[in-house]
């Protein structure tokens, strides 16, 4: 995975912020990860509105392939 950019760090923590640092799989507060719904080397932009907030389960199976998450 390539290194964040500020920004991108920056966008994480707004979109942890709004979410209220919660899972928003399953409402955990446990270990919480700011998760890019466009992931950046797919060009994905630094805003809070491109970022989900999950718990460390759900963030691995997110990139295991075993959860797909849409925006709308």
Known sequence: MA???SEH????????????????????TDRVHGHHLLD??????????????????HHRMVHQGLIDIDKF
């Open 3 to 5: 290194k964040r950019s």
């Open 9 to 28: 760090i920056k966008a994480q923590r707004q979109g942890k912020e709004r979410d209220n640092y919660t899972c928003q799989i399953c409402g955990s």
């Open 40 to 57: 950046v080397q797919f060009n994905g932009i630094a805003s809070p509105d491109n970022i989900v907030t999950l718990c460390e389960k």
